[in-house]
């Protein structure tokens, strides 16, 4: 007798594909296969691997677990906190039913995300981010599908999606433009012209000032600039949570050894967070 599946749910509102051959995944509490018999494993956190080797350009891609410890005590201190407000109050009049949290990390941000969205879907490379953002968002966002996958190769369908939140992470233009509906809508968060200028002022020698609006000629003619807003947080940091932030920023790898060390000996720092947000539209 034929090995058969186990039986499994019908697709959910927005389908998922495998990664493997892009047939639609069908879900079940214990396992997600498609009809060609390629199956993932609900991990015991409640999130899947839809990340195949061949699309690792690593063992271990993504930050580090060192790096995400510390963006989650950081980011659960608040001081981001105006950055996630002024996320979902630009994102909220849109009124998504599906919304796509591309290099989503430890979960902190995409956490917000179901007061302004029906369906949402978690998204990072690193699979130690997806672990943590499934474990501690669990029981308050339940409805939340945490998914390590490559934003190169998204496992949705072609049109699938109604938002793609982007916050500093790599961009892949055509393929959200692929994965969006007409006139979906994908918002970018990035360093403002000055942001951490007090930090990276201690760090080199001399201060390269952040450049965002060189992320529009890179959407264009796939996308249409819709909205922009840029938002401050004045920072006063003590020696934890300065550590924090330079364990969760790259500037600190691309500084001299003497002078982190400096920096990281120093008991308080005051400093400017700055963001840019850029939200865009699928062209016609």
């Not at 961009?171 to 990276?200: C, F, I, N, Q, Y």
């Amino acid at each position: 007798m034929a090995d058969t599946l186990p039986p499994l749910d019908l697709p959910t509102r927005l389908t998922i594909v495998c990664p493997l051959c892009r047939a639609p995944l069908l879900r079940a509490p214990k396992t997600w296969a498609c009809i060609n018999r390629h199956s993932f494993d609900v991990a015991r956190e409640g999130y899947i691997n839809l990340l195949p080797v061949q699309q690792k350009a690593s063992k271990s891609p993504g930050d580090s677990a060192e790096s995400l410890n510390a963006r989650r005590a950081f980011l659960s201190a608040g001081h981001y906190a105006p950055l996630r407000t002024a996320v979902t109050r630009m994102l909220g009049p849109l009124a998504a039913n599906s919304l796509l949290d591309l290099g989503c990390g430890e979960g902190w941000y995409t956490s917000a995300f179901p007061d302004i969205a029906c369906e949402i879907i978690g998204l990072d490379i690193a699979k130690p981010a997806i672990r943590m953002a499934a474990k501690a968002y669990a029981l308050s966002c339940p409805d939340i599908t945490w998914l390590v996958g490559s934003g190169a190769s998204l496992p949705v369908e072609d049109a699938a999606l109604d938002v793609i939140s982007c916050l500093f992470t790599q961009l892949h233009v055509e393929e959200m433009h692929r994965a969006l509906k007409a006139s979906g809508h994908v918002l970018v968060v990035t360093p403002a012209a000055d942001h951490l200028a007090a930090l990276r002022g201690r760090l080199f020698d001399a201060l390269i000032e952040h450049q965002p609006d060189k992320f529009i000629a890179g959407f264009e003619p796939r996308f249409k600039l819709v909205g922009r807003e840029d938002v401050r947080a004045e920072l006063s940091l003590d020696n934890s949570s300065l550590r924090q932030l330079l364990a969760m920023t790259p500037y600190v790898w691309k500084a001299k050894p003497e002078k982190r060390a400096a920096l990281e000996a120093s008991p308080r720092l005051e400093t400017t967070a700055a963001f840019s947000l850029l939200l865009f539209r699928k062209a016609e």
